[in-house]
């Protein structure tokens, strides 16, 4: 009763914006890279033209190794900031502590269940409640070319691996940087993932990737990915460790390099270099991986502050999350697609359209399964497991063989 | 530097060429030192097209000081753009308290330690001095609840709290020592003259005590002033020290990362530290003399 | 309070210093000792996102030295803290010693070499990183000198990492050994030096036979302050290489960081943590021990 009441107040605050001039949402993020900040700055806005001040709580580095901790410690201390960016099953991990609010009545409200796809809800929701709201879908299995490059090399895109080999070796003969890559242990993961999507297809990654079956994790499949990776390694360039991924686009874009493999928030640069799709650059599904997509969904975790003033603006923050023309605005530039399947595609363009369009064909197939590399597969203990393996041979201090073994031990000494 | 300089060398025993090697050697290893800072200075006045081609060893050849205009005041750092000069308010609001209360903790810690022995004094600073050498990640968590209890979570005197804390096991080893070689006997003699407890620290210890206190200070004012763990974990967003900011602006990047805008706004973090250690540089050395390092 | 009697009075200025030094204690017991406890409970309870408290017995210590990366963080601090306390000793020394032939310039020198300990890792990390990275740095510039084959990619190399994060730490510390050595030779009679070099005696041997000997207490100063600084050496590590490449520059304390933070393991970054200050009591306690014992002569 006293929920329905809260959320009714809060409705009633969202019809009447200009009343709570006071009202303000602090928000932990690690999105500040370029194209992120200029997307979160899409929120900001629409969030002050109703009368919410955004206090920015941005932590940078690592994928969000250092805002975990501060939020940890905010957490720790009863003071837990208001909305907090979050992904997969960290999302799951902090509604069992049970510190999140319950966002039900707004879902409600907005008829979010029907809007977003299901394999999103199995992290917007705990236990059947709405504890998060979606702003977007990421993929992860994409490859970014340098069109000039390409062009060069014959125009084709790369269908399989092996076609991929073959433009890494054109590129090669351009003299540039066939691959930009960035060695970080979660863009050496992102890569490995997209190889395993591509060697074995959307049945292997769930058993190996999402199930870790042991045998699959040690056998001839997996074997064949190590290699793939061996070899994806021999076209990197000299300096390639702890490269931030946005600097690798930057090779690309510039030319310096012909292609790199990352997820889509990578058009976010490209987009904000004013170059354009299927001009500038072109965006193709990593080889061999048309048809199943690998997601990863930035969602907003709504904390519960115990707080009806804050829970107000908390509500007003997730209402703007989930507003379709928001959704729009937001992705466009973020370089993902919206996490809302009701949202038209004029707007975006070739790629985003693209990645729609697959999106949309991908979860009526079934073959839309949630990145490891961005903690939509497994646990994070499980996840980092997996990326110690795949970074230490990717640098070469362990062979494929070692790998091959380490691999499932690994995984399981994690569960 | 010739007649007296050679005086000197001829006094001192080793002959010229002698004298020329030690300089020769002292100056190589001065270049080595200086040459990051060298590297963050040119960098920071080059614009980027000269770092994109050029040498990092090379002088700017057309200084601009606008990296430092947009490091100060218009960098981005998440979704504002004011560059970091509110964060190097945070951290003086965080430095000066934090080192004023550690030193002056410390100062009398150290005078009780020395001067008014109690049975188990021994015991007391042992367990102080090893708080020093803990490992900071490890009570992150518990030292958040406590600021939570507290109601002093993600505020700059929560983190002055920190700092205190930690800092304490420092400050009381620096005057522990130093007052350790201070006569006993004049102590005495005011004792005999009916001076009491605080009157003694102020009329006869605190009056010879600046080579410490210089010491104590500028080893806190560094350490806190440098500290990034407790800063991002207890006081990120609005209340986050220059530290912090900094690491925030460096992962800002555009897709053309700025290095001269970052390398200008790592020389601004690093200026009150760097202007503390060269202009009390000779009196840091003088307490360490006086009794930071027993020997 | 304006009646106390004269014995009353006595008392509270007996009592007085232990007050004064009440508070200080108080706050190292609950936020070190009590700390290190509630870390020791951790270590033994199931904990993984947050703190829970279950217990699980000895099963993240098994769990920790399950890990390779655990080892390899051993391995490294072994190889990264001995490299780091001799360099930093020998080069300290060596500087020091050179510094106290009534040199000129002592004021414009000591300065530079003492700087690098005001400035954070935060700070220079950047400007080291760039630095050492063979697009870009030092490599870079001296092919651009027109030695076209020279080579300095150590940072890129897991095998090599690890030493690049020993050289920029020893960057940092050695200027701060200089400064104790120096202090520790400036409080050597000079008259006693004098009478050495009367009877003859060269300079390298006053050095080694007299001098050396000497700072003995400078010198275990040095250890210890160095070594405390190589077991929590943590941010140099995260502004250079991050841990990378691979897991080539792990370091007990990010190995504990990002159990405990990243992988939601905190049982087992507990237990690191633990076998971490047993490392740093090892150290430590006797250190602590024999220096308090001696002053009692």
Redesign the interface.
Known sequence: MRKILLAGTAISLLASAGAFAEESVEVLHWWTAGGEAAALNVLKDDLASKDVAWRDMPVAGGSGVQAMTALRARVTAGDPPTAVQMLGFDIRDWAEMGVLGNLDDLAAEQGWAEVIPEAIQAFSKYDDQWIAAPVNVHSTNWLWINKAALDAAGGETPEDMDGLFAMLDAFQEQGITPLAHGGQPWQDGTLWESVVLSRGGMDFYRQAVLEADAEALGGDTMRQVFDDMTKLRSYFDGSFSGRDWNLASAMVIEGQAGAQQMGDWAKGEFLRAEQVPGEDFVCIRFPGTQGSILFNSDQFVMFDLGDEEKRSAQLKMAAAVMDPSFQIAFNTVKGSVPARTDVPDADFDDCGKKGMADLAEAAEAGTLAGSLAHGHGQPSSVKEAVFDVVTQHLNGQISTDEALTRLPQAVAAAQ | MSAREMAIATAAGPSRLNRVVIYGLLLIFAAMYLLPLFVMLTTSFKSLDEIRGGDILALPADPTIQPWLRAWGSACIGVTCDGIKGYFWNSIKMVVPAVLISTALGALNGYVLTKWRFRGHKLVFGLMLFACFIPFQSVLIPMARVLGQLGLSNTTAGLVLVHVVYGIGFTTLFFRNYYEAFPTELIHSAQMDGAGFFTIFRRILLPSSAPIIVVCVIYQFTNIWNDFLFGVSFASGESAPMTVALNNLVASSTGVKEYNVDMAAAVIAALPTLIVYVVAGRYFMRGLMAGAVKG | MATTSPGALRRL?DW???L??A???A???V??????V??AVLSMSTS????VYKWAGFDAYE?LF????WWMALKNLAIFGSLYIIVCIALGLF?AI??D????IE?V????????????F???G??????L??????Q??VR?WGWESFTF?W??R?DM?IYTVAIAGI?QAS?FVM??F???L??IDSEMLKAA?VDGAS?FTIYRRIVIPL????FL?AVIVLA?MA??S??LVIAL??G?????TELP?TF???Y???????AVG?AS?MI??MG??AI??PY??SE?RE?KR
């Not at chain 3, 993984?48 to 703190?51: A, D, E, H, Q, S």
């Open positions: 200025q007085l210093p232990r004064v030094l508070p200080s204690f706050l190292v017991l936020f070190v000792y009590g700390f290190i509630w870390t993984r996102i947050l703190p769990r399950a890990q390779p990366n500087l050179l510094l032939q009534r040199i000129r004021g020198l000591r300065p530079i070499y003492l700087y690098p300990m005001a400035l954070s935060v700070v220079t950047t400007a080291w990183k760039w630095f990275n063979p697009g870009m740095g030092f870079n510039t651009g990619d940072l890129v897991p990492a960057w200027g400064a104790m120096l202090a520790g400036r409080g070099t300079t700072l003995r207490p400078a100063s405390h077991i929590k943590y941010d290489t991050g990378g490449p691979g897991n080539a304390s504990m960081y990002s405990t933070f990243t992988r939601s393991q905190m507990s943590a971490m200050l740093i009591a430590m306690v602590l021990y308090l002053e």
